[in-house]
T-cell receptor
Framework: DAMVIQNPRYQVTQFGKPVTLSCSQT?????MYWYQQKSSQAPKLLFH???????NEADTPDNFQSRRPNTSFCFLDIRSPGLGDAAMYLC????????????FGSGTQLSVL | AQKITQTQPGMFVQEKEAVTLDCTYD???????LFWYKQPSSGEMIFLIY??????QNATEGRYSLNFQKARKSANLVISASQLGDSAMYFC???????????????FGTGTQLKVEL
């Protein structure tokens, strides 16, 4: 009954080689988020979509892009991964309610060699 | 200044005992929300409990309760009757306002690693 699904669970890429992480949801939520979580650190919001409207956090590097072709799917593209981009990437969804909790996927652990 | 502070990097508790995980927050907003999430080693963030700033009663969800002390800006999580399956990382998070363009921005603390022992 997985509601937010992230693929792959583990991703290995080479320094500078573009990589795409995917997220899908069955909740029909109109907001989707991408968080980056480095080892032993708090998750940090990279950007979010409200429907098809893309919203970047001010300190998210240009190296990170995202696409949301429809309500169910959202992709995170890292154009030229560096060693510092190795992290867990968490996708989440929510409604617009002020108390709306975020539903998270299991994450994709990205390694950069 | 950190918005969410979790001062306990690691905690141990005996099975069936209660444990309190500390969380303090900093905000000038009158309307905000506080969340606790559990992150097992599998990586998924699991929602546990929510407290709105205007809620007068402390939130409870099964074995989880949130000890909300607004004047002290603290939102401690209490887990009663700990189970081995409670061993995980626990994150406190705060929502302030609404994100530009919609949605809820959660700012997370650095987490507390809880280990439940026999």
């Amino acid at each position: 009954d997985a509601m937010v699904i992230q693929n792959p669970r583990y991703q290995v890429t080479q320094f500078g080689k573009p990589v795409t992480l995917s997220c899908s949801q069955t909740l029909n939520h109109n907001v989707m988020y991408w968080y980056q979580q480095k080892s032993s650190q708090a998750p940090k919001l990279l950007f979010h979509y409200y429907d098809k409207d893309f919203n970047n956090e001010a300190d998210t590097p240009d190296n990170f892009q995202s696409r949301r072709p429809n309500t169910s799917f959202c992709f995170l593209d890292i154009r030229s991964p560096g060693l510092g981009d190795a992290a867990m990437y968490l996708c989440a969804t929510s409604t617009m309610d002020r108390g709306g909790k975020l539903f998270f996927g299991s994450g994709t652990q990205l390694s950069v060699l | 200044a950190q918005k969410i502070t979790q001062t306990q990097p690691g905690m141990f508790v005996q099975e069936k005992e209660a444990v309190t995980l500390d969380c303090t927050y900093d905000t000038s907003d009158q309307s905000y929300g506080l969340f606790w999430y559990k992150q097992p080693s599998s990586g998924e963030m699991i929602f546990l409990i929510y407290q709105g700033s205007y809620d007068e009663q402390n939130a409870t969800e099964g074995r989880y309760s949130l000890n909300f002390q607004k004047a002290r800006k603290s939102a401690n999580l209490v887990i009663s009757a700990s189970q081995l399956g409670d061993s995980a990382m626990y994150f406190c998070a705060m929502r302030e306002g609404i994100l530009t363009g919609g949605g809820n921005k959660l700012t997370f603390g650095t987490g507390t690693q809880l280990k439940v022992e026999l």
